[in-house]
Structure formats: structure tokens, C-alpha cells
């Protein structure tokens, strides 16, 4: 564990900007919030409070609402040439290669996962960034077949103002997820980053307007979700909500939505299964199940939380995976050794906490884990439940920790019966040798995200989304384009 301060552990370039002032982006300008209000930021390592930002009320709202439809209004995004709009994309990726590493320090100072975790999600970024600064010169409408008395042709029009409410898990890269194809639409856009994690998000919208980013295109509000998402939410001047986080989150929104008729678009919770064949590659196997869990210490939708493993090989497959986890570098974020960072907050040590005891008040086996850590910060031990029913809590409910659920099975039929059996929908995975089981799974799979002997890959063109309550819509890809243009059609009498 260091006992360094965070001075020490920081860049002079990560320093500097934390020391600094850090206002809401509105109009291309950062300014205090209206009525002075100020968020605590938590290096989730050591739960202390590291700095503050802005928290943008009510007020703050309808100002970064004005500036976005402005700028749609002029058209001083939506009318540049799309081949412009590409160029200053792509230099907004080049930038956050440049500064990479100082981003990098600063979400994991935020989020409290390992440095190198976070070097990479800035390379995630910047690639995202780039993917979609390629589409700008390739969204068009198409001409319809309406018979000869008709020139019949279709528009591809931005959607408007979005506002894009991200969680804490993957700040930088949630956000990419939503300024990318927002841009590359001609739309506008409100950033609205989780409370817990406002830090890359400011720095970036200064990286979003040294790259030529107009003023007021890309606007970025720290504050929380009661008062400041939900203002965005409410905002009639707001024509499209993209959210990523909790299911229950995304309830709310659709319901407050409605209020206005906005597009909305969910990225939710998941529970999602790992179902392991008794002839699947054991080894990668585990390991991937490794990496489905304690990745983001669990704190991420895809969390491969669900084991379901077949009877004549689960007692191998779980002495596999305690070996190999119970090796496993928990620590803070700056420590060169750590592969596990701490819990989110407070908040969520708790309720992953309170998952652990329910596992054992449900009778599930404890294999490996199952306790908070003894050292300052939030940070618990990767945990493996074994003998679990799919029917206990620990199998059915989001616990956005890194606590796995083994639970047997017998035969095919069964295995795709637990793996379908919880309300949600967003990814599951398949391990076996036998390629027509694999096919027959993937299609069996009520998930939007399905993997065949691996576990947790992204790719740009694919789409991600979910099935069931773990949301609607899809992003990445081409499908973002649907999420962020509307189509109008324009018939010609001839
Ligand atoms: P988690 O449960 O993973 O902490 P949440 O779903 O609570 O994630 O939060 C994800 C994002 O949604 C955050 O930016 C948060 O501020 C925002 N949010 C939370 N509650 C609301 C709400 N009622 N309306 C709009 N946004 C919200």
C-alpha cells in the first residue's frame, strides 16, 4: 500500500488542473455554478476528499439548455462540412492521445482503478473518437422506389440538443460513447458525468474546444443525478436523453421523459451469465471469468457475475478460478502492483457488503472472500460464492461488485434456462469446443451482447446493447446513427 500523498503520485499537468478552478462548461466558457454550489470529489483509495467542482443546479441547467440550442439553432456545428466536422474529431482523438496520461492519472485518482487500466480506456477513448469522426462524411438519406410520378428521398437530420448522463465506472469512454456519434450526427450536446467522477470530463470539454469544437456544441455539467440529471431530463429544450447506469436510474428517466416526449435511449444493469460446457478450454476459461469479474472491481454492466458451470467439471472450474484469484493485487490505483481498485464510495461498499452477507444468510458457499478489506479506502475482497441457486438474490440482483455466483447445471437445456433465467438482458457468454452448441446457445440467449469463448471484448462496428431490463437501443457502430439523427422524408410530385 503507498502512503504517498496524491501530490506525489500526480503529473505537474494532472496537478495543475486539479489545483485549478473547475467550473461547468457552458458556452464554451467555465464558469461557478449560479448560486455557488460545490461537489466533493473522493479519491475512492483512501475516502478522502481530494477536491471540488461546480455542481450545476437548476439555473445552471437551463443556461448549458440556451447555449446547446443556440449553437444547433446557427448551425455553426450542424452546417460546417461534414468533412470538417470529421477533421476536428479526429484532432479531438489526437488530443486525448496527447494528453493520455495526464486524463489517465486523473480517473484513476477519480475512479480509484490501477493507472494502467485507465491508460488503456484513454486509448479506448481516443480510437472511439476517431472511429466516429470517420462517419461524419457517411451519414446520408436514401432515394425510394415511389414509382414514376415521384421523386421520393429521404433526409438524415440531427435529433437536436442530447444530453448525455454517464455513470462513474468508465467515465472518459462513457462519454465517448455519446459525444462521438453525437457529433458526428451535427447534434449538440449537454455532458452530464456521475457525481462521483466529474474530473476527465471537465478537462476533456477544454480538449473539446482547443480541438475547434465550437462554443456551446459540447457542454459539461458536474452535478448529480436528483437535481441535475433530472433537470436535464425535464427540459423541454432537451430533444434526446442517452443514458448509461442503473436500472432503476433508467426507469425514472423514461418516466420523467415522457413528461416532454424526448428520445430516449438505455444502456442498464445486467446479470449477465458466463455458461461453461464440460469441453470448453478450462484454463482460458477461468480466466476469463477472472477478467468478467474483477475487472473495475465488478463495477461494470457486463460484469460476467453469473457462473454457470456444467456438474462434471464445476469443482476443477472452481478451484481454477480461486487459485488464479485468490493471487489477485488488490490496491489503489496509483500502486504499480495493484489489478483491483477499490469500490466506488461509501454507498457502494455497503451495498456490495450487504450482497455478501445475503450470499451467506441465502446458504451459498463461500469459496474465496466475502469481506470488506481492513485499510482506509472502500476497497473489498474478490469474492466467489459457490453452490448458489439461481433463484437467490445474489444470482437475480445487480450487485456492481466483484462478487461471483457459481451455480451447476446438468444438461444444455438447463444451462440456457438459468443463463435466461433473471429480468435482465445485456450480455452473455458461451464456452465450448462443439461450434453448432455454441450457435444454437447464441441464439438461445436472450442478451444483446453475446460472447463465444470470451468474455467482456468490444469492437466499434458491433453493436451494444440491451434486451429485456437492461435497456433499449443500440449504440456503437453504425445503429448510434439511429439514436442521434432523425429521418424525414421528402416526396416529389413529378
Ligand atoms: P449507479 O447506480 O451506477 O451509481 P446511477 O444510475 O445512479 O448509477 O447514475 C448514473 C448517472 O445517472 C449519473 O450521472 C447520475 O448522476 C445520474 N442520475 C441518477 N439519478 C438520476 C435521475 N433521477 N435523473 C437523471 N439522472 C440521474
Wanted: aromatic share 8%; net charge negative; hydrophobic share 40%.
Amino acid at each position: 500500500m503507498s502512503t504517498a500523498t496524491i501530490e506525489d503520485r500526480l503529473s505537474s499537468t494532472a496537478r495543475s488542473f486539479l489545483t485549478g478552478p473547475k467550473g461547468l462548461l457552458i458556452d464554451g466558457e467555465f464558469r461557478p455554478a449560479a448560486d455557488g454550489g460545490l461537489l466533493a470529489v473522493v479519491d475512492p483509495s483512501t475516502g478522502e476528499r481530494v477536491t471540488e467542482v461546480a455542481f450545476a443546479g437548476t439555473a445552471d441547467v437551463d443556461q448549458a439548455v440556451a447555449s446547446a440550442r443556440a449553437a444547433f439553432a446557427d448551425g455553426r456545428w450542424s452546417a460546417l462540412a461534414p468533412i470538417e466536422q470529421s477533421r476536428r474529431l479526429e484532432r479531438l482523438a489526437v488530443l486525448v492521445e496527447e494528453h493520455g496520461a495526464e486524463l489517465a492519472e486523473l480517473e484513476t485518482l477519480d475512479v480509484g482503478k490501477p493507472l494502467a487500466q485507465s491508460q488503456w480506456e484513454m486509448g479506448l477513448v481516443a480510437d472511439l473518437l476517431r472511429y466516429y469522426a470517420g462517419w461524419c462524411t457517411k451519414i446520408h438519406g436514401d432515394v425510394n422506389p415511389a414509382g414514376t410520378d415521384f421523386l421520393s428521398y429521404t433526409l438524415r437530420e440531427p435529433v437536436g440538443v442530447c444530453a448525455g448522463i454517464i455513470p462513474w465506472n468508465f467515465p472518459l469512454v462513457m462519454a465517448a460513447f455519446k459525444v462521438g456519434p453525437a457529433l458526428a450526427c451535427g447534434n449538440t450536446l449537454i455532458l452530464k458525468p456521475a457525481e462521483q467522477t466529474p474530473l476527465t470530463a471537465l478537462r476533456f470539454g477544454e480538449l473539446c474546444l482547443e480541438a475547434g469544437i465550437p462554443a456551446g456544441v459540447v457542454n459539461v455539467l458536474t452535478g448529480d443525478g436528483e437535481t441535475t440529471g433530472n433537470a436535464l431530463v425535464e427540459h423541454p429544450g432537451v430533444d434526446k436523453i442517452a443514458f448509461t447506469g442503473s436500472t432503476e436510474v433508467g426507469r425514472k428517466i423514461m418516466v420523467k421523459a415522457a413528461g416532454t416526449l424526448k428520445k430516449v435511449s438505455l444502456e442498464l444493469g445486467g446479470k449477465s451469465p458466463s455458461i461453461i460446457f464440460a469441453d470448453a478450454d478450462l484454463e482460458a476459461a477461468a480466466t476469463a471469468a477472472m477478467q468478467g469479474i474483477w475487472t473495475n472491481a465488478g463495477q461494470w454492466c457486463v460484469a460476467g457475475s453469473r457462473l454457470v458451470v456444467e456438474q462434471s467439471i464445476h469443482d476443477t472450474f472452481v478451484d481454477v478460478l480461486v487459485q488464479h484469484s485468490s493471487q489477485l493485487k488488490v490496491g489503489g490505483g496509483f500502486d504499480a502492483d495493484s489489478q483491483m481498485g477499490p469500490l466506488i464510495s461509501d454507498e457502494q461498499l455497503s451495498r456490495v457488503s450487504s450482497y455478501m452477507e445475503i450470499g451467506r444468510e441465502e446458504g451459498a458457499e463461500l469459496a474465496l472472500g466475502g469481506s470488506r478489506m481492513q485499510r482506509p479506502g472502500y476497497f473489498v475482497e474478490p469474492t466467489v460464492f459457490t453452490g448458489v441457486r439461481n433463484d437467490m438474490r445474489i444470482a437475480q440482483e445487480e450487485i456492481f461488485g466483484p462478487v461471483a455466483a457459481v451455480i451447476p447445471f446438468g444438461g444444455d437445456e438447463e444451462a440456457l434456462r438459468i443463463g435466461n433465467g433473471t429480468d435482465y438482458g445485456l450480455a452473455a457468454a458461451v464456452w465450448t469446443r462443439d461450434v453448432s452448441r455454441a450457435h444454437r446457445a447464441a441464439r438461445a440467449l436472450q442478451a444483446g451482447q453475446i460472447w463465444v469463448n470470451s468474455y467482456g471484448d468490444f469492437d466499434w462496428s458491433t453493436p451494444f446493447g440491451g434486451y429485456k431490463q437492461s435497456g433499449y437501443g443500440r449504440e456503437l457502430g453504425k445503429y448510434s446513427l439511429d439514436l442521434y439523427t432523425q429521418m424525414k422524408s421528402v416526396l416529389v410530385r413529378l
